[in-house]
């Protein structure tokens, strides 16, 4: 594998920017000082190309791997997606609930507000914890390109449940039925399969095999299963391998039951061999990590070895720049069954991204 890899890390105060050149990591430079960039993600054939929505403020573009950047969008930017069927094709998701189009990698966008014509009943769901309600609007969390037709496009929203779209955002319909509590983070479809999902959320683990039928939980082996206040996850992945492995980072209960309760996220990373049906933890317990893994990512060499993103502060609807936390990256070489500090001493890493150089 290439010895030299670039870090995207981000916190809620600005994004640093790292090299790694055999072991030695060095910062090549430091960005949006006083925000909180929410989700950062790059082309992967052209990978000095790389977007970060930055909540409150934009999403902005590098074509020069992160040396300078352009706002490219305006407004409370929280996502990014590659389309992996064509990279110059790019999705952005904002809140209040928008999503936006561009064709030309990046430089250009358009609203694709068919989703707004969704009726009264769908949009209701669309609302945010009674804290902030009134100060801050729900957002798209994810949207996700089917990898098997370019026509089907996916949004996990926060909160506000999963639309879905068969032809490329003319139409959208709603696929929240089985999730009472709609405050979703991450849906991606089960290795080859078209009509078969999962997807995380603040309270619980759910698939579907019938996206218009209903979605059921799949936590059997959880820390916390079935308990819907305590039963949090956020980012998951694929690894290949003789058989296809779900690697899933989940927590104790969701950052305003952290507040509650005066404890720390109680992180897990969790391992299943057959499709969701049944979990157990990797080398980390609860014990052994304090944090929460925000954010789970592939080598961008090999699927195989794994990053992960890890911190004690909360982030979503309570960014606060002055208060940081404590964060680190993790690796993993066997599909996430052990994994290794290589970059401690960090703030919470919100989000992380990772290219060769």
Known sequence: MNKELKFFVASTNGLRVFKKTGQKISEQGFFFEGRSPEFITGCREKSEIVFVAVAFDGGYRTDDGGKTWRKVLEGDFRTFSVDPHDE?????????????????????????????????????????????????????????????????????????????????????????????????????????????????????????????????????????????????????????????????????????????????????????????????????????LPMNAWTLLHHPETEKVLFAGMGDGARGFGFDPKKEGKGSIYRSDDRGETWQPILTGLPTVQTLWVTTC
């Not at 430089?107 to 804290?131: A, F, K, N, R």
């Not at 955002?169 to 089960?190: E, Q």
């Not at 391992?271 to 049944?278: E, F, R």
Request: glycine share 8%; with cysteine; hydrophobic share 35%.
């Open 88 to 288: 110059r094709v790019i999705y952005a998701g904002a809140g209040p609930i928008r999503l936006f189009r561009s064709e030309d990698v990046g430089l250009s966008w358009e609203p694709i507000d068919s989703l707004l014509s969704l009726p009264d009943s769908v949009q209701g769901q669309w609302t945010v914890p009674m804290t902030y309600r009134g100060k801050i609007p729900p957002h798209i969390c994810t949207v996700f390109v089917h990898p098997n037709n370019d026509n089907r496009i996916f949004l996990a929203l926060e909160h506000g449940g999963i639309i879905y779209s068969n032809d490329r955002g003319a139409n959208w319909a709603d696929a929240t039925k089985g999730i009472d509590y709609p405050d979703m983070h991450v849906i991606r479809n089960l290795p080859n399969s078209a009509d078969s999902f999962c997807v995380s959320s603040a309270r619980g683990f759910f698939r579907s095999d019938d996206i218009n039928g209903i979605w059921t939980r799949s936590e059997n082996g959880m820390p916390w299963a079935y308990t819907e206040e305590y039963s949090y996850s956020h980012d998951w992945l694929f690894c290949p391998g003789d058989t296809p492995r779900i690697v899933l980072a989940g927590a104790r209960g969701s950052p305003g039951v952290w507040a509650r309760e005066q404890t720390t996220p109680l992180g897990h990373i969790l391992l299943s061999d057959d499709l969701g049906q049944s979990w157990r933890r990797s080398s980390f317990t609860a014990e052994d």
